[in-house]
C-alpha cells in the first residue's frame, strides 16, 4: 500500500531563516505530488505541483520553492522566512486520473 | 471562474440529529468532485469521489450526492467520533484542484 510521509511534523523558525520540508511517498511511482498551505480556518491553497523529476509549476508567487530531486520525494524551500509562511503545509500525491491523499502535514510558525 | 463554497461554516447537532453539509461549485467541465475528513492538526483523509450527476456513494453514517451545481454530505445519525472538518474539492477540465473552505463539525453527545 502507498503512504506518504511529511518531516518534520512541526518547526519554529525565525523571520529570515531558511526552510526545508520534505515530503517522500511509498508504494507508488511517477506521482503528481503537490504542496499546499492551509491558513487557520481557511481552505487549502495550492503552492506547487510536480508531475515528474525536475518538473515543477508554481500557482502563487511567493518567496518559497519546491524540487524534486527523485521521483518520491518532494521539497518545499524557503531562503528566508517571513511571518505570514506560518501555516500548516500539506503534502499530496495523486496516482494518474485519481483523488488526491494527503500526508500528516507539517505546523510552521514563524517568529 | 472556476471555484467552490462551502455551507455552513460551521454546524453543531446533537447526537443522533441527521443533517447536511453543502458544497456548492461554478467550474468549466467537472471530472471530479472529492469530500475529505479532516480533524485537527491532521491532513485531509479521502472520504468519497463523485464523477456526474446523480451519482451517490455511502460510507457507514455518510453519504454523499451530486447534481450539476452542488454536492452534499448527508450525515445520518451521527456520533460524536463524527465531528471534525469536512472539506469539499472539485477537478474541473484544467486538471487543477480547488478547495472550499470546510464545514466545522461538531457533534454533542
Known amino acids: 500500500s502507498q503512504t506518504i510521509h511529511q518531516w518534520p511534523a512541526t518547526l519554529v523558525q525565525p523571520v529570515g531563516s531558511p526552510l526545508s520540508l520534505e515530503c517522500t511517498v511509498e508504494g507508488t511511482s511517477n506521482p503528481n505530488l503537490y504542496w499546499y498551505r492551509q491558513a487557520a480556518g481557511r481552505g487549502l491553497q495550492l503552492l506547487f505541483y510536480?508531475?515528474?523529476?525536475?518538473?515543477i509549476s508554481s500557482e502563487v508567487p511567493q518567496n518559497l520553492s519546491a524540487s524534486r530531486p527523485q521521483d518520491r520525494q518532494f521539497i518545499l524551500s524557503s531562503k528566508k522566512l517571513l511571518l505570514s509562511d506560518s501555516g500548516f503545509y500539506l503534502c499530496?500525491?495523486?496516482?494518474?486520473?485519481?483523488?488526491?491523499?494527503f500526508g500528516p502535514g507539517t505546523r510552521l510558525t514563524v517568529l | 471562474e472556476d471555484q467552490v463554497t462551502q455551507s455552513p461554516e460551521a454546524l453543531r447537532l446533537q447526537e443522533g440529529e441527521s443533517s447536511s453539509l453543502n458544497c456548492s461549485y461554478t467550474?468549466?467541465?467537472?471530472?471530479?468532485l472529492f469530500w475529505y475528513r479532516q480533524d485537527p492538526g491532521k491532513g485531509p483523509e479521502f472520504l468519497f469521489t463523485?464523477?456526474?450527476a446523480g451519482e451517490e456513494k455511502e460510507k457507514e453514517r455518510l453519504k454523499a450526492t451530486l447534481t450539476k451545481k452542488e454536492s452534499f454530505l448527508h450525515i445520518t445519525a451521527p456520533k460524536p467520533e463524527d465531528s471534525a472538518t469536512y472539506l469539499c474539492?472539485?477537478?474541473?477540465?484544467?486538471?487543477?484542484?480547488?478547495f472550499g473552505s470546510g464545514t466545522k463539525l461538531n457533534v454533542k453527545p
Open positions: 499530496a500525491w495523486r496516482p494518474q486520473m485519481s483523488e488526491q491523499f
Open positions: 463523485l464523477y456526474s
Open positions: 467550474v468549466s467541465g467537472l471530472r471530479g
Open positions: 510536480s508531475v515528474g523529476i525536475g518538473q
Open positions: 474539492a472539485v477537478q474541473p477540465s484544467s486538471g487543477k484542484f480547488y
